[in-house]
């Protein structure tokens, strides 16, 4: 297993807002997580990525527990691409590429034709070679999620995590991203909101309510009426396409 | 800024070579102007004799009035410019706010609160110089807002207000004890000390400054690629790898120091530590490893030329040189701003 997850729990003041979450994902896999909002998707991730200590329960990385590894090193294997990261300061869409290298470089280390080569390669991945010169704040919405998604790869993970990365994008360019993310041949997961769009791009999905898991498998399995309604407190037809990918129509 | 790298260390190099240049300069006349008028040639022998490199025939009154009193002051000069930049940099960067400056953190508030018990209640009877008062009244300021705020744990922002809160305690303070206990003649000097003052500063006091900055840049050097990684944030910082908890720490300690050791002996000068970094950052960009080190050089250009300002413009008397980094800088400062706007 790329990803495990074994009984995690996290709690704030509290109030438990992940409730024994156990899954694996296998590598090269992507794993949608859904839910509703506050259902403790980005809490998840955060666990996931080390950022927060669970209170109990531990994560796995082909068997070795994150606790056990420095910052640093978790870094050099694992990425997350946020939901909101915005900025005041003056950067280049290159200088964000960039800090992707952090983890791979000491404090005082020259920068090194290997930095070179993965800012270029993950430039060229989210396709935005041609926008590296250019300032961070000229960037749109979708362009910039893009350039985090290079930053994250130019920390040459083997897992890729990211939260809600096409929320605020037009549907073209949110299809666009999805498409990327599922082609990079890493071990993703990703919080999604739209239900269609975790059935096209996920290969398994995990359905969070109230920070407890409520369903997990293929999205056919997964999303069905009765979950729809009882989760997501919606009603809805199901369609099966030509390409066989679920379909989910959402009733008035 | 779309600069390509070469360009980018260009212009680095250029804002090196030309602060260095303009603050030797600076540093030059600075030495030449008061009461005793020297021109810079003078200067120049004087400080090559006193190192034993030229025999040049100098009266021992100018070499003395050079070497004891003024040189040492304009290095001070320099070095607080140097130290205040600095830390506003490495603060407006960890604090992710533009408004950040070195005494965000309540620490010329606990400065002049010392320094106030000392001269107004005596404490210490004597045995406390002000500048020792006013680095442990710093130094108390600091401690409090590291509680208040649990130890930076509780993000930028709740920082900011514990370091506000402090302001206000510690300013309240002051204000009680001048105004419960001070004489006229004690809130007068109280008052001067706080606008800054470089008189006074002699060589023990470069020697410690030097050793306080030159540690303090090696420090922030040594953490300058952390402090890129916090561009997004600390939730970015820590998924790149960075101990976002330890970085907050150690940097907001050693600002507190630098910037506590140099309110204990020059007062709290304003307005360096919040406009020289951002001059730089609006000159060279925002990577950290170029960026202190031009804000040090530019800093100690910018405190130099205040004093001599300070030094020149009235006969007789000195102004407080924190009024001078004001009327100089605002000026300035409105400038980057004008110039800065959004291209939109």
Known sequence: ?252 | MRLSPSRASLQFAALVVGSLAVLVLAIATAVGIGEMHIPLRTVALAVTNQFGWTSADISRIQASVIWDLRLSRALVAALCGAGLAMCGAILQSLLRNALAEPYVLGISAGASTGAVAVIILGVGAGAISLSMGAFAGALAAFVFVAVLSGGGRGGADRTILSGVAAAQLFNALTAYIVTTSGNAQQARDVMFWLLGSLGGVRWPEFQLLAVVVAIGLGVCIWYARALDAFTFGDDAAASMGISVERVRLVLFAVTAVMTATIVSMVGSIGFVGLVVPHAVRFLIGPGHMRLLPACLLVGAVFMVLADIVSRSVMQQQTLPIGIVTALVGVPCFALILYRARPAT
Not at chain 1, 104 to 117: F, Q, V
Not at chain 1, 227 to 249: G, N, P
Request: net charge positive; hydrophobic share 40%; glycine share 8%.
């Open chain 1, 1 to 252: 297993m790329s990803v495990r997850a074994e009984n995690l729990v996290w709690r704030v003041g509290g109030k438990t807002i992940v409730d024994d979450v156990s899954f694996d994902v296998e590598p090269g896999r992507v794993l949608g997580l859904l839910g509703p909002n506050g259902s403790g998707k980005s809490s998840l991730l955060r666990l996931l990525a080390g950022l927060r200590r669970p209170a109990s329960g531990r994560v796995l990385l082909d068997g070795t527990d994150i606790a056990r590894s420095g910052r640093r090193e978790l870094a050099r294997r694992v990425a997350l691409v946020q939901q909101h990261a915005a900025t005041d300061v003056n950067v280049t869409v290159e200088d964000v590429v960039r800090l992707g290298r952090t983890p791979h470089r000491g404090p005082l280390a020259a920068w090194r034709p290997a930095d070179t080569r993965a800012v270029d390669t993950a430039l060229e991945q989210v396709g935005m070679t041609g926008f590296r010169r250019q300032s961070w704040h000229s960037l749109s919405g979708g362009e910039r999620q893009r350039v985090h998604i290079a930053r994250a790869l130019a920390q040459q993970p083997r897992e890729l995590f990211l939260d809600e990365p096409t929320n605020h994008l037009d549907i073209q360019h949110q299809l666009e991203l999805l498409r990327l993310v599922s082609q990079l041949g890493l071990t993703t997961i990703v919080a999604l909101h739209d239900l269609n769009h975790a059935a096209m791009f996920c290969d398994r999905l995990l359905v969070l309510h109230r920070g407890q898991v409520v369903a997990s498998g293929a999205p056919a399995e997964v999303l069905n009426p009765d979950l729809l309604r009882d989760v997501f407190r919606v009603d809805c037809d199901f369609l099966r396409s030509d390409d066989d990918i679920l379909r989910i129509l959402y009733r008035k």
